[in-house]
């Protein structure tokens, strides 16, 4: 088993980007041919399996996971796909009741249950399955922990329900259901849950503009990314970027910063809107609650924005997206994007791209980025749109905005429901599906607290400190687009 | 005739956005908005030279030539605008 180098959370992290790795260096250096026979072989050199049952298996996963870092099936629409040989059919039986049960005078777990679904047979807990509900009390009330609750993580972390078990126990989705937020991608201890890989497209785009010179390729990163790439400063991961051949590093926070500037006007001519920055959680509205649609603000995510400006400047251009978001695989081929983003980019295959073209962003000399404002740099974190849009607002003269922050899809639901219902006391709602927002996103390569800190300082970095000078860019942009 | 103000990263700092409100002025107050379109580009590739603006459309390019019709000028800011303007860019216009 390869060892995670601390250089990501997890190791099913770490295999993707190995996979990752060595198909974008087979991209550039010849080899890619034989992909699917050679690089399970260096992955998983055996003899002795390391998780599964023989080093067959494992080098037929890596197969597919070859197949997934070159884009997957390409049928399937979703950019968030199950590998069937990799599902290990994890148990998902629900409450089971251990061996380590004791038939113990105090039945605490009987107690505790609401649906008197268990009962003492031969000095042992037995659950009723028909009456449990898996709410779980029984798991905690016991003294000796002999009960647990056998779910699929994957389930666990779907919080719109669109895993389910198929008749070979395999885990499917179901494309109705889900949002392509990517919780799975990140929870599947297994790693048999991945995005689809856009990198061989990328690196065609790249190719193709014979450096900079048929067109000029951008690379527009998402806010997120500051304390993503190891110890490396944000200024020298900019170099990097600019190393791999892309023309230019903008910030997805300078579309923020417009974004804000048309929710705080579009806020003040309907008063009750919910962000559209997160195609995760625009589809979870559109597909859990078809009335509030009429409230998703009708303007484009920054990534979207941002490409916009680059492209009325510069029509030939390629606006390549680089972030943290599985949904961002999605939402680019959407019809309301109108083309603007050509491909995207997760901050794993970055990393692998790097390291793939021997690229250190730790010696990299440092290059400027400073297009945005505090409040576009901000939006990485959950509440950062809800901070901006009531200065903003303040700044315009809008009064009466009241904001409500909702935090991961849990919190949006019960939000939306509340708004439904007529109960809602707010007018503004922050919606993102990540739990902390885009730093925590799936295809992030550290997910933690630290990460806030990052932003925040990222932020308060910027040279401008309102919107007024982004706005004043957009509305030039506009002028001349009339013209 | 186009002139691209640089707001790149680099350009920015060095205070791009002044040197655009500097430009609308300008051209507003010689009363060639008609004949000149301002433009905002990402990176012209002089960030050591900022603020940089790229003058497009003219018939006989000076000063860095960078095309046929095309040519860059260098460390322009809101202060130096007017005469970068007058000196540089308004013979250009042939009024």
Redesign the interface.
Known sequence: MPQNNRLFDTTVQYIKYQVLKEVIRRAYEGGLEDAYLEIPKIIAPGPKPSVRCCIYKERAIMQDRIKMAMGGHKDNENPVEVMYTACDECPADGIYVTPACRGCMLHACKDACPKDAITIIDHHAVVDKSKCIECGKCTKACPYSAIILQKRPCMVACKVKAISIDDDKKAQIDNNKCISCGACVYKCPFGAITDKSLILDIIDILKKSEENKKYHVYAVIAPAIVGQCRSARIEQVVSAIKKLGFYQVVEAALGADITLYHEANEWAEKKILTTSCCPSFVAFVEKNFPDLVKYISHSVSPMVETAKLIKRSDPNAKVIFIGPCASKKMEFKLEKTQGMIDSVMSFEELQAFLDARGIDDTQCEDSELDNASFYGRIFAKSGGIAQGVNDVAKQMGVEGLKTCQMNGIDECRAALMRLKLNRATENFFEGMACDGGCINGPLSITHGPRNVADVDKYGEAAKEKTIDNSVKLYKLSLENEKK | MQI?VC????C??KGS?DV??AFKEILKRHDVEDLV???????LGN?ANGVTLQVDGVEEPHIEKIGDDKFLLHNVTKDNAESVFTEQIRPLLNI
């Open positions: 691209k707001v790149g990263s680099s920015h700092l956005y655009i409100e379109e301002l433009q905002a580009s990402f990176c960030c």
